[in-house]
């Protein structure tokens, strides 16, 4: 049996400001994390392409506010700079 995957680990590296900021960071990708593997069965970020993430962003916050979109695109930029990616998002 193996162990769950930590998304806060992954992003620790990465993480900066507030204590609250890092959490709402933790929190998106723990949701964009669930919305993958449930659709593209992909577990880690490190199976992640950009085209899920894109995904994500077109489909699993298609009813949200531009505000929320926003927040999540920054947390998806972070998410790039830890894979090392020169990945870009629109909003």
């Not at 193996?2 to 507030?18: C, I, N, Q, R, Y």
């Not at 900021?21 to 994390?33: V, Y």
Request: hydrophobic share 40%.
């Amino acid at each position: 049996m193996s162990k769950p995957f930590d998304m806060e680990l992954f992003l620790a590296g990465v993480l900066t400001g507030s204590q609250a900021t890092r959490k709402r960071h933790i929190h998106q990708a723990k949701t964009m994390q669930i919305d993958i593997a449930e659709r593209w069965q992909r577990e880690t970020p490190w199976a992640w392409q950009r085209k899920h993430l894109v995904w994500f962003l077109e489909h699993g916050l298609s009813e949200r506010s531009k505000a929320t979109r926003y927040y999540y695109v920054l947390t998806l930029r972070l998410l790039a700079r830890r894979l090392e990616k020169t990945w870009t998002f629109k909003l």
